[in-house]
């Protein structure tokens, strides 16, 4: 262990016995300084209003009622999926005792996966 240290040790003096590593190490060190300064006087100040709480509660309120409808949205499609799966029963029924491996060859094993989830 003594000697990889001493390895990384003698390494280290070798770059910075060089004037390129500083060169480097200057560049970067302006480089974030500048990006720093830049970002803070170009950013535009975030605006505050007295009635942050009304618009707070009035987000709260559009973002329930787009649950709702969200929610509303995934019942019709459930309903819809089970009547889907309702009217093929019978044919996918009679398609399989018929011809077994006709179904296979056209709906690879299975038809799909209902009913379908939705967040």
């Keep these: 262990m003594r000697r990889l240290l001493n ?9 910075f016995r060089q004037l390129s590593t500083y060169i480097m190490l200057g560049l970067l060190i302006v ?5 720093g300064f830049i970002s803070k ?3 535009q100040p975030a605006a505050t209003s ?3 709480k009304a618009q707070l509660t ?11 409808q969200i929610q509303t949205a995934g019942v019709a499609v459930e309903q819809s999926t089970a009547s889907i799966d309702k009217a093929m029963k019978p044919i996918l029924t009679a398609l399989s005792t018929t011809c077994p491996q006709s179904r296979e ?3 690879g094993g299975s038809l799909r996966s209902w009913p379908v989830q939705y967040p």
Excluded at 7 to 15: F, T
Excluded at 31 to 35: R, T
Excluded at 58 to 68: H, I, R
């Design 50 to 52: 007295a009635d942050w």
């Design 41 to 43: 006087n170009t950013a």
């Design 58 to 68: 009035q987000q709260n309120t559009d973002m329930q009622a787009s649950l709702t």
């Design 7 to 15: 390895l990384i040790r003698n390494e280290n003096m070798k770059m």
């Design 105 to 107: 060859q056209h709906f």
């Design 31 to 35: 480089i974030v300084i500048g990006f």
